[in-house]
């Protein structure tokens, strides 16, 4: 199957070099990756067997590994960091590592940390984890990556690596791809994106890791959205933040549109915001549906706290409008995965028949993972073992969908609305730690999800949790298109019949 490219494009597949394509929202990124792995083999002559695409998610990595067979490329190996370097320690060792299962790390946590919140984000608890760890000969998966790290013979000359999602590199898997040096590489991703700091990603020290590891860097860019249409780029770029050269995006759609909305009362913002989903929808009542109305699941409720926009879900319900609760579902989908896990590591069935038999929350999920793990039982371990609930997200629902800003990356819809930017959300200050330029960045994965229009909404106060916001409208949305709503005058009593 040929593949149709941008002259962008096409400059990523002639380039034999260390490479980072930065590739905006929507630019083709990964139809360019798979023209990539296309070209090495057909053009360069590299051999399937030495190319390795590696990614962060089980579920992006399925995914590749679904368009790269689509495209004849089956021999090429696609894999997540973690599980390359489960491969790397089961070639050495001639055994499969004995990893520890999520409830199994709390407990060990527990017994040497106590009730200390995040004890691995420091590094004298993470060493004394992970000598814990090494004393009983068990391994977590971020401990995986530096025992890889000391493997002899491995030897990565000719061999041509390519990473998705660079931006949402952490320190580990840094370390872990020194272990490549002999390799070339090819970086795909947008550090504009980059909202994982939590994980341990920092856009500066990752900028700083590839100038040190690959001076000769080259740098590319994919800058021609076929998502976002030109008025949401336009007010994309005032969320841009990265160490990087600045990139302004054309779009091959026109239009788009960009609206915010600020509100009196929270009950304001109910009634307006839940009158434009049934406006979107087309009517939820058959005599008022339109022609032009769009499916619920083509419509994202965004907030940076899900807290945010419990009230609005309650009254959609209410309203009749379908609702997909969207990370609910994925962690209720995680809780039967860790069920399953006990099964396939106790019971006498063939994995088979524990598949076949599997909840239909995780059976699609586990079918995929079994043919990605090429059908041994250690290996589908390792990847039962090494899921995220954000793996198990699905928005394919007929509902409208209901995320956190975090859980919408890599997804799209043809309208996303906002909700809660006031100062104190946006950025979120309520907290410690508060890293000021990613959340610049949350707002513009927020905004680039959308391939028609975008909303947001913000009232003059608003109850999350134990705080009380009512300092108003973000700082960062000034200057946006803003409609306000004043309230309603109150109804004129109606004149008893005895005072006449």
Same mark, same amino acid.
């Given at each position: 199957?040929?593949?149709?490219?941008? @002259? $962008?494009?096409?400059?990523?597949?002639? *380039?034999?070099?260390?490479?980072?394509?930065?590739?905006?929202? =929507? *630019?083709?990124?990964?139809?360019?990756?798979?023209?990539?792995?296309?070209? %090495?083999?057909?053009?360069?002559?590299?051999?399937?067997?030495?190319?390795?695409?590696?990614?962060?998610?089980?579920?992006?990595?399925?995914?590749?590994?679904?368009?790269?067979?689509?495209?004849?490329?089956?021999?090429?190996?696609?894999?997540?960091?973690?599980?390359?370097?489960?491969? %790397?320690?089961? @070639?050495?060792?001639?055994?499969?590592?004995?990893?520890?299962?999520?409830?199994?790390?709390?407990?060990?946590?527990?017994?040497?940390?106590?009730?200390?919140?995040?004890?691995?984000?420091?590094?004298?608890?993470?060493?004394?984890?992970?000598?814990?760890?090494?004393?009983?000969?068990?391994?977590?998966?971020?401990?995986? %990556?530096? $025992?890889?790290?000391?493997?002899?013979?491995?030897?990565?000359?000719?061999?041509?690596?390519?990473?998705?999602?660079?931006?949402?590199?952490?320190?580990?898997?840094?370390?872990?791809?020194?272990?490549?040096?002999?390799?070339?590489?090819?970086?795909?991703?947008?550090?504009?994106?980059?909202?994982?700091?939590?994980?341990?990603?920092?856009?500066?020290?990752?900028?700083?890791?590839?100038?040190?590891?690959?001076?000769?860097?080259?740098?590319?860019?994919? &800058?021609?959205?076929?998502?976002?249409? /030109?008025?949401?780029?336009?007010?994309?770029?005032?969320?841009?933040?990265?160490?990087?050269?600045?990139?302004?995006?054309?779009?091959?759609?026109?239009?788009?549109?960009?609206?915010?909305?600020?509100?009196?009362?929270?009950?304001? /913002?109910?009634?307006?915001?839940?009158?434009?989903?049934?406006? #979107? %929808?087309? =009517?939820?009542?058959?005599?008022?549906?339109?022609?032009?109305?769009?499916?619920?699941?083509?419509?994202?409720?965004?907030?940076?706290?899900?807290?945010?926009?419990?009230?609005?879900?309650?009254?959609?319900?209410?309203? =009749?409008?379908?609702?997909?609760?969207? /990370?609910?579902?994925?962690?209720?989908?995680?809780?039967?995965?860790? $069920?399953?896990?006990?099964?396939?590591?106790?019971?006498?069935?063939?994995?088979?028949?524990?598949?076949?038999?599997?909840?239909?929350?995780?059976?699609?999920?586990?079918?995929?993972?079994?043919?990605?793990?090429?059908?041994?039982?250690?290996?589908? #371990?390792?990847?039962?073992? !090494?899921?995220?609930?954000?793996?198990?997200? /699905?928005?394919?629902?007929?509902?409208?969908?209901?995320?956190?800003?975090?859980?919408?990356? =890599?997804?799209?819809?043809?309208?996303?609305?906002?909700?809660?930017?006031?100062?104190? #959300?946006?950025? #979120?200050?309520?907290?410690?730690?508060?890293?000021?330029?990613?959340?610049?960045?949350?707002?513009?994965?927020?905004?680039?999800?959308?391939?028609?229009?975008?909303?947001?909404?913000?009232?003059?106060?608003?109850?999350?949790?134990?705080?009380?916001?009512?300092?108003?409208?973000?700082?960062?949305?000034?200057?946006?298109?803003?409609?306000?709503?004043?309230?309603?005058?109150?109804?004129?009593?109606? !004149?008893?019949?005895? &005072?006449?």
């Amino acid at each position: 199957m040929e593949l149709s490219l941008t @002259q $962008e494009q096409q400059e990523v597949l002639n *380039t034999f070099q260390d490479t980072l394509v930065i590739a905006g929202p =929507g *630019t083709g990124k990964t139809y360019t990756l798979v023209a990539k792995v296309k070209h %090495l083999i057909e053009k360069d002559y590299v051999s399937p067997e030495k190319i390795l695409v590696l990614t962060y998610s089980l579920k992006t990595s399925k995914e590749l590994k679904q368009r790269l067979i689509k495209h004849g490329l089956k021999h090429v190996k696609v894999d997540t960091f973690h599980g390359y370097a489960y491969d %790397l320690w089961c @070639q050495h060792h001639q055994k499969p590592p004995k990893l520890i299962t999520e409830q199994e790390k709390k407990e060990i946590l527990k017994k040497l940390f106590g009730k200390t919140k995040n004890p691995l984000k420091l590094p004298n608890h993470k060493l004394s984890f992970f000598e814990y760890l090494k004393k009983n000969q068990l391994l977590d998966f971020e401990l995986l %990556l530096y $025992e890889a790290l000391s493997l002899s013979n491995i030897n990565f000359a000719g061999y041509h690596v390519i990473i998705d999602e660079f931006q949402d590199l952490s320190e580990d898997i840094l370390k872990f791809l020194t272990l490549f040096n002999d390799a070339t590489f090819t970086l795909f991703g947008d550090p504009n994106q980059s909202i994982y700091g939590f994980r341990g990603a920092n856009l500066k020290n990752l900028k700083a890791f590839w100038e040190n590891f690959r001076p000769n860097l080259k740098i590319l860019a994919l &800058s021609q959205s076929f998502r976002c249409p /030109e008025e949401i780029l336009k007010h994309a770029e005032n969320f841009k933040s990265s160490p990087w050269a600045k990139i302004t995006y054309t779009s091959v759609k026109k239009g788009g549109k960009v609206e915010g909305m600020f509100f009196e009362k929270t009950f304001q /913002e109910k009634e307006v915001l839940t009158d434009l989903v049934k406006k #979107l %929808l087309g =009517g939820l009542q058959l005599e008022q549906q339109t022609q032009e109305g769009l499916p619920p699941k083509e419509i994202f409720v965004l907030a940076r706290l899900k807290e945010v926009f419990q009230p609005l879900k309650e009254t959609f319900i209410k309203a =009749g409008i379908p609702v997909n609760l969207v /990370e609910e579902e994925a962690k209720t989908a995680y809780e039967t995965l860790q $069920e399953f896990i006990s099964e396939v590591q106790t019971s006498a069935f063939s994995v088979e028949d524990l598949i076949k038999k599997a909840h239909p929350k995780i059976k699609t999920y586990s079918e995929n993972l079994w043919e990605l793990s090429d059908q041994n039982k250690e290996r589908f #371990l390792g990847y039962l073992l !090494s899921t995220h609930y954000s793996d198990l997200i /699905e928005i394919d629902q007929e509902g409208v969908n209901f995320l956190s800003i975090h859980a919408s990356k =890599g997804l799209e819809a043809e309208v996303v609305i906002l909700v809660g930017v006031e100062q104190g #959300l946006i950025p #979120l200050t309520l907290f410690q730690d508060t890293d000021e330029e990613e959340e610049k960045r949350l707002i513009y994965v927020a905004i680039t999800r959308t391939k028609r229009e975008f909303y947001f909404s913000a009232v003059k106060e608003r109850k999350v949790y134990q705080f009380c916001l009512n300092s108003g409208l973000s700082p960062l949305f000034k200057g946006m298109p803003l409609k306000t709503f004043k309230p309603k005058p109150p109804k004129p009593k109606q !004149s008893s019949l005895f &005072s006449l």
